[in-house]
T-cell receptor, first 116, second 115 residues
Framework: GAVVSQHPSWVICKSGTSVKIECRSL??????MFWYRQFPKQSLMLMAT?????????EQGVEKDKFLINHASLTLSTLTVTSAHPEDSSFYIC????????????FGPGTRLTVT | AQKITQTQPGMFVQEKEAVTLDCTYD???????LFWYKQPSSGEMIFLIY??????QNATEGRYSLNFQKARKSANLVISASQLGDSAMYFC????????????FGPGTRLSVLP
Protein backbone atom coordinates (compact mmCIF):
# COMPACT_ATOMS: atom_id res chain seq x y z
CA GLY A 1 0.00 0.00 0.00
CA ALA A 2 0.82 3.73 0.08
CA VAL A 3 1.96 4.07 -3.50
CA VAL A 4 2.55 7.47 -5.05
CA SER A 5 2.98 7.87 -8.77
CA GLN A 6 4.43 10.79 -10.66
CA HIS A 7 4.07 11.63 -14.31
CA PRO A 8 6.01 12.18 -16.45
CA SER A 9 9.17 10.55 -15.18
CA TRP A 10 11.23 12.78 -17.41
CA VAL A 11 10.50 15.69 -19.71
CA ILE A 12 12.48 17.91 -22.02
CA CYS A 13 10.98 21.23 -22.97
CA LYS A 14 12.02 24.42 -24.70
CA SER A 15 12.71 27.61 -22.84
CA GLY A 16 9.56 29.69 -22.39
CA THR A 17 7.11 26.80 -22.41
CA SER A 18 5.18 25.45 -19.43
CA VAL A 19 5.35 21.94 -18.04
CA LYS A 20 2.86 20.17 -15.79
CA ILE A 21 3.88 17.38 -13.43
CA GLU A 22 1.24 15.16 -11.83
CA CYS A 23 1.49 13.46 -8.47
CA ARG A 24 -1.10 10.83 -7.56
CA SER A 25 -1.69 8.77 -4.45
CA LEU A 26 -2.87 5.46 -5.88
CA UNK A 27 -4.26 3.58 -2.93
CA UNK A 28 -4.92 6.16 -0.25
CA UNK A 29 -6.28 9.64 0.12
CA UNK A 30 -3.72 12.34 0.66
CA UNK A 31 -4.96 15.57 2.20
CA UNK A 32 -1.42 16.89 2.22
CA MET A 33 1.19 16.56 -0.47
CA PHE A 34 4.64 18.07 -0.71
CA TRP A 35 6.75 19.17 -3.64
CA TYR A 36 10.51 19.02 -3.48
CA ARG A 37 13.31 20.00 -5.77
CA GLN A 38 16.63 18.22 -5.75
CA PHE A 39 19.84 19.40 -7.37
CA PRO A 40 22.56 16.88 -8.23
CA LYS A 41 24.29 15.46 -5.19
CA GLN A 42 22.20 17.58 -2.85
CA SER A 43 19.37 16.99 -0.45
CA LEU A 44 15.70 17.56 -1.06
CA MET A 45 14.59 21.16 -0.88
CA LEU A 46 10.96 21.66 0.07
CA MET A 47 9.24 23.96 -2.38
CA ALA A 48 5.67 23.94 -1.14
CA THR A 49 3.07 22.12 0.89
CA UNK A 50 -0.14 21.38 -0.91
CA UNK A 51 -3.39 20.88 0.97
CA UNK A 52 -6.46 19.56 -0.78
CA UNK A 53 -8.97 22.27 -1.51
CA UNK A 54 -6.81 25.17 -0.42
CA UNK A 55 -3.92 27.24 -1.64
CA UNK A 56 -0.45 25.81 -1.40
CA UNK A 57 1.99 27.12 1.16
CA UNK A 58 5.26 28.04 -0.50
CA GLU A 59 8.65 28.05 1.15
CA GLN A 60 10.62 31.25 1.29
CA GLY A 61 12.35 32.03 -1.97
CA VAL A 62 10.06 29.89 -4.13
CA GLU A 63 8.21 31.90 -6.76
CA LYS A 64 4.48 31.21 -6.52
CA ASP A 65 3.77 32.50 -10.01
CA LYS A 66 6.44 30.33 -11.53
CA PHE A 67 5.64 27.11 -9.74
CA LEU A 68 1.88 26.74 -9.74
CA ILE A 69 0.53 24.04 -7.46
CA ASN A 70 -2.99 22.69 -7.55
CA HIS A 71 -4.38 20.04 -5.21
CA ALA A 72 -7.88 19.67 -6.56
CA SER A 73 -8.65 16.20 -5.22
CA LEU A 74 -7.58 13.88 -2.44
CA THR A 75 -5.48 11.85 -4.84
CA LEU A 76 -3.97 14.39 -7.21
CA SER A 77 -1.65 17.33 -6.92
CA THR A 78 -0.04 19.06 -9.88
CA LEU A 79 3.01 21.27 -10.23
CA THR A 80 3.18 23.51 -13.28
CA VAL A 81 6.48 25.14 -14.10
CA THR A 82 5.49 28.21 -16.09
CA SER A 83 7.73 29.87 -18.66
CA ALA A 84 10.47 27.42 -17.92
CA HIS A 85 14.11 28.43 -18.21
CA PRO A 86 17.28 26.32 -18.18
CA GLU A 87 17.85 27.14 -14.52
CA ASP A 88 14.57 25.35 -13.74
CA SER A 89 16.12 22.09 -14.90
CA SER A 90 16.12 19.81 -11.90
CA PHE A 91 14.72 16.66 -10.32
CA TYR A 92 11.26 17.29 -8.87
CA ILE A 93 9.83 14.88 -6.31
CA CYS A 94 6.41 14.84 -4.77
CA UNK A 95 5.31 13.09 -1.62
CA UNK A 96 2.07 12.42 0.16
CA UNK A 97 1.72 12.45 3.91
CA UNK A 98 0.39 9.33 5.54
CA UNK A 99 -3.01 9.62 7.14
CA UNK A 100 -2.08 8.23 10.49
CA UNK A 101 0.85 7.94 12.86
CA UNK A 102 3.80 8.21 12.22
CA UNK A 103 2.75 10.55 9.40
CA UNK A 104 5.60 9.49 7.20
CA UNK A 105 5.92 10.75 3.68
CA UNK A 106 5.42 8.44 0.72
CA PHE A 107 7.41 9.58 -2.25
CA GLY A 108 6.77 9.50 -5.94
CA PRO A 109 9.54 8.30 -8.25
CA GLY A 110 10.44 11.84 -9.29
CA THR A 111 10.42 13.81 -12.53
CA ARG A 112 13.58 14.92 -14.25
CA LEU A 113 12.99 18.21 -16.06
CA THR A 114 15.42 19.48 -18.64
CA VAL A 115 14.82 22.88 -20.17
CA THR A 116 16.73 23.58 -23.36
CA ALA B 1 20.78 26.60 12.15
CA GLN B 2 20.75 23.14 10.59
CA LYS B 3 17.99 21.02 12.03
CA ILE B 4 19.47 17.79 10.72
CA THR B 5 23.19 17.18 10.47
CA GLN B 6 24.81 14.29 8.67
CA THR B 7 28.53 14.75 9.07
CA GLN B 8 29.62 12.01 6.66
CA PRO B 9 29.25 13.13 3.04
CA GLY B 10 30.53 9.75 1.89
CA MET B 11 31.17 6.36 3.45
CA PHE B 12 32.71 3.13 2.23
CA VAL B 13 32.02 -0.30 3.66
CA GLN B 14 33.08 -3.77 2.69
CA GLU B 15 30.36 -6.15 1.62
CA LYS B 16 28.95 -8.17 4.56
CA GLU B 17 30.30 -5.69 7.09
CA ALA B 18 28.15 -3.44 9.28
CA VAL B 19 28.14 0.35 8.85
CA THR B 20 26.80 3.24 10.92
CA LEU B 21 25.54 6.43 9.31
CA ASP B 22 25.44 9.40 11.65
CA CYS B 23 22.54 11.78 12.17
CA THR B 24 22.12 14.49 14.77
CA TYR B 25 19.10 16.72 15.03
CA ASP B 26 17.97 19.88 16.70
CA UNK B 27 14.47 20.53 17.93
CA UNK B 28 12.70 22.05 20.89
CA UNK B 29 9.60 19.93 20.34
CA UNK B 30 8.89 17.12 22.77
CA UNK B 31 7.03 15.13 20.15
CA UNK B 32 8.89 14.43 16.97
CA UNK B 33 9.79 11.58 14.66
CA LEU B 34 12.98 10.55 12.94
CA PHE B 35 13.10 8.80 9.59
CA TRP B 36 15.73 7.32 7.37
CA TYR B 37 15.29 7.15 3.61
CA LYS B 38 17.42 5.53 0.95
CA GLN B 39 17.77 7.08 -2.50
CA PRO B 40 19.40 4.83 -5.11
CA SER B 41 20.69 6.25 -8.37
CA SER B 42 17.25 5.82 -9.92
CA GLY B 43 16.05 8.67 -7.71
CA GLU B 44 13.14 7.22 -5.79
CA MET B 45 13.05 7.76 -2.04
CA ILE B 46 12.65 4.52 -0.12
CA PHE B 47 11.51 4.63 3.50
CA LEU B 48 13.71 2.49 5.72
CA ILE B 49 12.98 3.00 9.39
CA TYR B 50 11.20 5.25 11.89
CA UNK B 51 11.83 6.24 15.50
CA UNK B 52 9.38 8.24 17.57
CA UNK B 53 10.64 10.57 20.25
CA UNK B 54 8.73 8.70 22.91
CA UNK B 55 9.78 5.25 21.77
CA UNK B 56 11.92 3.66 24.44
CA GLN B 57 13.21 0.85 22.28
CA ASN B 58 15.49 1.40 19.32
CA ALA B 59 13.67 0.73 16.06
CA THR B 60 14.68 -2.24 13.94
CA GLU B 61 13.60 -3.29 10.44
CA GLY B 62 15.39 -6.30 9.07
CA ARG B 63 19.03 -5.34 8.52
CA TYR B 64 18.36 -1.75 9.56
CA SER B 65 18.42 -0.55 13.12
CA LEU B 66 18.35 2.90 14.59
CA ASN B 67 20.65 3.83 17.46
CA PHE B 68 18.55 6.47 19.17
CA GLN B 69 20.24 8.55 21.85
CA LYS B 70 17.71 11.15 22.84
CA ALA B 71 19.87 13.10 25.27
CA ARG B 72 22.53 13.48 22.60
CA LYS B 73 19.91 14.15 19.94
CA SER B 74 21.33 11.53 17.67
CA ALA B 75 19.61 8.90 15.54
CA ASN B 76 22.26 6.88 13.77
CA LEU B 77 21.34 4.26 11.19
CA VAL B 78 23.08 0.91 11.45
CA ILE B 79 23.07 -1.37 8.42
CA SER B 80 24.20 -4.88 9.20
CA ALA B 81 25.65 -7.32 6.66
CA SER B 82 26.00 -4.71 3.91
CA GLN B 83 25.07 -5.73 0.39
CA LEU B 84 26.11 -4.24 -2.93
CA GLY B 85 22.53 -3.05 -3.40
CA ASP B 86 22.87 -0.87 -0.32
CA SER B 87 25.03 1.57 -2.28
CA ALA B 88 22.94 4.74 -2.37
CA MET B 89 22.35 8.12 -0.76
CA TYR B 90 20.88 7.94 2.71
CA PHE B 91 18.88 10.79 4.18
CA CYS B 92 17.94 11.35 7.79
CA UNK B 93 14.74 13.32 8.24
CA UNK B 94 12.76 14.73 11.13
CA UNK B 95 9.07 15.32 11.51
CA UNK B 96 8.27 18.05 13.98
CA UNK B 97 4.83 18.47 15.43
CA UNK B 98 2.23 15.81 15.93
CA UNK B 99 0.87 15.64 12.41
CA UNK B 100 3.87 16.00 10.16
CA UNK B 101 3.42 19.64 9.37
CA UNK B 102 7.16 20.17 9.32
CA UNK B 103 9.44 17.64 7.73
CA UNK B 104 13.13 18.42 7.22
CA PHE B 105 15.87 16.42 5.54
CA GLY B 106 19.55 16.23 6.28
CA PRO B 107 22.19 16.73 3.57
CA GLY B 108 22.62 13.00 3.07
CA THR B 109 25.43 10.45 3.16
CA ARG B 110 26.55 8.56 0.09
CA LEU B 111 27.28 4.95 0.99
CA SER B 112 29.38 2.81 -1.30
CA VAL B 113 29.56 -0.92 -0.64
CA LEU B 114 32.75 -2.52 -1.89
CA PRO B 115 32.82 -6.11 -3.16
Amino acid sequence: GAVVSQHPSWVICKSGTSVKIECRSLDFQATTMFWYRQFPKQSLMLMATSNEGSKATYEQGVEKDKFLINHASLTLSTLTVTSAHPEDSSFYICSARGQGYPYEQYFGPGTRLTVT
Amino acid sequence: AQKITQTQPGMFVQEKEAVTLDCTYDTSDQSYGLFWYKQPSSGEMIFLIYQGSYDEQNATEGRYSLNFQKARKSANLVISASQLGDSAMYFCAMREGNYGQNFVFGPGTRLSVLP
